[in-house]
């Protein structure tokens, strides 16, 4: 860990040492982890410049993310069709929800990226915002009414903003920029190894037990502690440059390019709905509820058998071509879901579909970070999610409103379009070769 002097406010960023440094630097304003958790060799929680390991701060972020997405995917399959069939809400409420759930966090997450570049401990926002949605998931098993589920829903995703851009920029800072990619690939890869097993944990209490669907919400409570406690006990701060004047919040000093790339960003969301509209097109061709855990289980097992992979080829190849690659095959497989008639083809779909994510969702944030300077990677990051936050809450509405109206067909038509869109745009914004530095 590096230490704060009194009279500088400059501490490691990207592996550099800083005066920061200085052996007669005061201990006492050292912004660490909780007390009486043990303090790792720096070397574990962010290697040496060069290196190409990952690291502890990104393997413990991994399994913090792990544990969070068994507790959250537990619930996610099964949200929609509580909703629907229990509550008796429409496509289009759900809608509501889940856009403004994911809007919500998206906002929050612009202001604890910029936040977190003000001070000195990123950690302690990314513990608040997990410690939040660990407790009030679970509440969902008490929901009697779809606008309790809309409350519960968007407090979840309220840590989910708390925490989120905060973690991302602790994963740029753990790793030598030459492997950011393959960082938030694993990241990613780990994030869906959860949601690999949250939904096959479901499917066997719901086999198993036969219990109601509340009582597996309750459930979530045991992983969401697991996740919390491994956040707490073994991720550290990385020590990262804050600069004697205070960040922007608006970003007016974030380069052009990055605007750019912000604004094909947002009109790809805009034709990209919840996922929980293609849960519903899957029960419409065929695919019975009690299956909807394992299909999910099975999306996001190809999601994470690729996806660290798919971070790390965009360090070896550029980011350009996995982003507009992965937007064509998405564009491809809301086609299919359109055109689609019965059930096995719903697998095919979904399994093609984690190939877009394995080829995005990392590479995504890892551009981000690459387009802006290194004291800013913060706010960036905070940008980059609300302008997904901000065309996912319209993209939902629009999606459910023309599901309604047309039917799915349409609305999925709608989504492939949009994404062909994007895909043009980011071809000619983003840049050929990406500049680790």
Avoid: C
């Amino acid at each position: 860990m590096a230490h704060r002097s009194p009279d500088s406010r400059t501490v490691e960023a990207d592996g550099a040492r800083t005066a920061a440094d200085e052996p007669d630097a005061p201990a006492g304003d050292d912004a660490t982890a909780p007390p009486h958790a043990p303090e790792p060799p720096a070397a574990l929680v962010s290697p040496a410049p060069g290196s190409r390991r990952l690291g502890r701060n990104v393997i413990a972020l991994g399994a913090t993310s792990f544990f969070t997405d068994v507790a959250s995917e537990m619930m996610y399959p099964l949200l929609p069709l509580f909703l629907a069939s229990v509550l008796g809400a429409s496509a289009s409420f759900i809608g509501v929800i889940e856009g403004a759930a994911e809007s919500v966090a998206a906002l929050l997450k612009l202001v604890s990226g910029w936040w977190s570049d003000r001070v000195a401990s990123r950690k302690r926002l990314v513990l608040l915002g997990y410690g939040i949605a660990s407790v009030i998931r679970p509440l969902t098993g008490s929901a009697h009414s779809a606008s309790q589920v809309l409350a519960i829903r968007v407090t979840d995703r309220v840590g989910k903003g708390i925490r989120s851009t905060p973690r991302d920029a602790l994963i740029a800072e753990s790793v030598d920029p030459a492997i950011r990619g393959r960082a938030f690939g694993f990241h990613a890869a780990m994030d869906n190894a959860g949601a690999v097993l949250g939904p096959l944990l479901a499917f066997a209490v719901i086999e198993l037990w036969h219990p109601s669907l509340r009582t597996v919400f309750w459930l979530t409570a045991i992983p969401g502690a697991l996740a919390f406690f491994t956040l707490w006990w073994f991720v550290r701060d990385t020590p990262h440059e804050i600069t004697g004047t205070r960040p922007q919040l608006l970003g007016r000093d974030l380069p052009r390019r990055f605007w750019m790339y912000l604004a094909v960003v947002f009109v790809f969301t805009l034709g990209n709905s919840t996922d929980a509209f293609l849960l519903l097109r899957a029960r419409q061709l065929g695919v019975a509820i009690v299956l909807a855990p394992v299909l999910w289980a099975f999306f996001n097992f190809v999601k994470s058998a690729f996806g660290t992979y798919g971070g790390g080829l965009s360090d070896r190849i550029g980011r350009r071509p996995l982003i507009v690659g992965g937007w064509i095959v998405y564009a491809g497989v809301y086609l299919g879901f359109a055109a689609a008639g019965v059930a096995w083809e719903a697998w095919a779909l979904f399994g093609v579909y984690a190939l877009f994510y394995a080829m995005t969702e990392g590479t995504e944030k890892a551009l981000v970070v690459d387009l802006v300077p290194a004291q800013r990677k913060g706010t960036a990051l905070g940008w980059y999610n609300l302008a997904i936050g901000l065309g996912a809450f319209p993209a939902s509405l629009l999606f459910g409103a023309v599901w309604d109206r047309f039917g799915a067909p349409v609305a999925f038509a709608m989504g492939a379009s949009l994404a062909i869109v994007a895909a043009v745009g980011m071809f000619i914004v983003a840049p050929r070769q990406t500049a680790h530095a």
